[in-house]
C-alpha cells in the first residue's frame, strides 16, 4: 500500500525525508514548515561538510549525505566549494583513530581520504603552526556549502517526484484516528497515513504533540567572522583541532572568502550552560566571552599579524539526551518516525538521517544506511530523559 506521509519540519533533515519518500513512490508527501525552508539552523550553519571523523555510523552517514550533493551538484546545480577538511591529530592513538577512520571509508568504496602529515599539512596552510601535530585526515572533496541553497536543490528533486511544500504552515495540533493521523494547522486539517518529526529545534515540542517524545534540547552556538590582514595566496581547507584537553570545545576554521575565515569553537558533547528556551527569539550567552576565546584559540593556530574577529551570527543545535541521533520509527507505533538530534552537524548528517526516515516510513526497513537501526528513538539509553 502506497502511504501518504506528512513531514514536520523543511530543514536539511526534513528536505531530505521529503525527498527520499517521493523518490520511494509514496501516494504522497506534504512538508509542513512554519516559516521557509532552511530557515532556522540549516540556514544559519557554518554550511561545513565532511566526512572525515572517527565514528564509522557518523562516517557512513556524512558519506551518504555527500553523495547526494554530488548528484545535486551535478544535476540541481548546487555549488559544493570543495576546498578540503583536515581532522587533526596530535598524539599516537589520535592518529591510529584517523587510520582506523581511513580504513572504513575505503571499505565502503571512498578512497579519496589519505593521512598527511605535518609537513603536507604545512604545504597546504603556510601559516598555521601545528608543531604539536603529528598528522591528519585529509579529505580533498570535502568543504562546505550554503545550507539554503542545499535546501532549495533537495526540494527541486522532491517536487519533481511528486512532493508538496506548505510554506508559513504551523502543524498546531495532532489527534490519532483508526489507521490515519489527522494534523491540525493554520491552515486546515490533514490526513496521513505516517508522520516523520524532523522539526530540528523544536522536534522536542513535536514530539510531545505527537505523543512521541524527541528529547532534544537546542543549544545556542555561534559562528566568528575572522579577517585577514591580507591575502594569504591559498585557500584555507576546514580545519577541526582536537586534542582532548578542550574547555571550550573543538577549534574549527575555514575559508569563506578571500579575506575571511569562518571560525568557532564546536562542543561535541551537551553543554547545558547553552540552552535555550524559546527557540523563535534567542541571542548567543557571554557573546564577548566566548568571542575572545575563539580568538586566543585561532590566533594560537593561524599567528597572523592583525587578524580580527567579530560576531557573526548564531543558531540552534538540538541535542539528544545522549548525545546521539534519533532516527526512526517508535516500537508502539511505527507509523510515527522521527529525525531529530543532529546539532552542530546537520549539514552534514541531517539529511541522510531524514532519507534513513523515510526509507523505515515506505519501506519498513532502512536500506541506504541500515547500521542507522543503532539510532531508534526507543533506545535504552533515552529512557526516562527529558
Known amino acids: 500500500m502506497k502511504l501518504r506521509i506528512a513531514v514536520i519540519g523543511a530543514g536539511t ?16 508527501v506534504v512538508m509542513f514548515e512554519k516559516r521557509t525552508p532552511a530557515s532556522a539552523s540549516s540556514g544559519r550553519s557554518a554550511g561545513v561538510v565532511c ?7 557518523d562516517i557512513e552517514l556524512r558519506i551518504h549525505a555527500r553523495k547526494t550533493m554530488d548528484h545535486l551538484q ?24 584517523l587510520e582506523a577512520a581511513l580504513r572504513f571509508q575505503r571499505s565502503l568504496g571512498v578512497c579519496d ?37 542545499y ?5 527541486e528533486d522532491a517536487r519533481a517526484f511528486g512532493a508538496k511544500l506548505r510554506n508559513h504552515t504551523e502543524v498546531t495540533g495532532y489527534r490519532r484516528t483508526k489507521g490515519t493521523h489527522l494534523l491540525k494547522t493554520n491552515d486546515g486539517e490533514w490526513e496521513f497515513d505516517a508522520v516523520i518529526n524532523a522539526a530540528g529545534a523544536w522536534a ?15 543549544e545556542v552556538h555561534e559562528v566568528i567572522i575572522a579577517k585577514l590582514p591580507r591575502n594569504l595566496g591559498y585557500v584555507v581547507p576546514f580545519c577541526q583541532i582536537a586534542n582532548g584537553q578542550e ?16 571560525t568557532g569553537l564546536h562542543s561535541p558533547w551537551p553543554d547545558t550552560r547553552l540552552e535555550v528556551t524559546d527557540f523563535d527569539f534567542f541571542n548567543p550567552r557571554n557573546s564577548d566571552e566566548y568571542l575572545q576565546a575563539v580568538a586566543v584559540e585561532l590566533y594560537q593556530r593561524l599567528p597572523l599579524d592583525d587578524i580580527g574577529v567579530k560576531s557573526g551570527w548564531c ?63 526507543d533506545r535504552e539509553t533515552l529512557a526516562g530523559k527529558w
Not at 13 to 25: D, F, I, M, S, V
Not at 119 to 127: A, G, N, Q, R, S
Not at 323 to 346: C, M, S
Open 74 to 97: 551535478k544535476t540541481r546545480g548546487l555549488h559544493l566549494a570543495r576546498i578540503g577538511a583536515i581532522r587533526f591529530a596530535s598524539n599516537e592513538a589520535d592518529a591510529a583513530g
Open 204 to 218: 522536542g515540542k513535536v514530539g510531545q504533540m505527537l505523543g512521541h517524545p524527541a528529547p532534544v534540547r537546542p
Open 315 to 377: 543558531g540552534l543545535y538540538p541535542t539528544s539526551a545522549d548525545n546521539r541521533f534519533l532516527i526512526g520509527p517508535y516500537k508502539n507505533d511505527p507509523t510515527i518516525l522521527v529525525a531529530a538530534g543532529f546539532g552542530g552537524v546537520g549539514i552534514m548528517s541531517g539529511a541522510a538521517g531524514g532519507a534513513c526516515a523515510a526509507e523505515w516510513a515506505v519501506l519498513g526497513k532502512i536500506s541506504s544506511v541500515p547500521s542507522a537501526e543503532a539510532f531508534l528513538p
Open 247 to 262: 574547555k571550550n570545545g573543538v577549534l574549527y576554521f575555514r575559508q569563506d572568502a578571500p579575506d575571511t575565515l569562518l
Open 113 to 149: 581520504a589519505r593521512i598527511v602529515t605535518r609537513d603536507e599539512i604545512k604545504k597546504m596552510v603556510p601559516d598555521i603552526w601545528c608543531d604539536d601535530i603529528l598528522a591528519g585526515l585529509y579529505g580533498p572533496n570535502d568543504g562546505h556549502v550554503d545550507g539554503h541553497m
Open 13 to 28: 533533515t526534513g528536505c531530505g525525508a521529503a525527498r527520499r519518500a517521493a523518490e520511494l513512490g509514496a501516494k504522497e
Open 151 to 155: 535546501c532549495a536543490a533537495m526540494l
Open 51 to 57: 566526512a572525515q571523523t572517527l565514528n564509522p555510523l
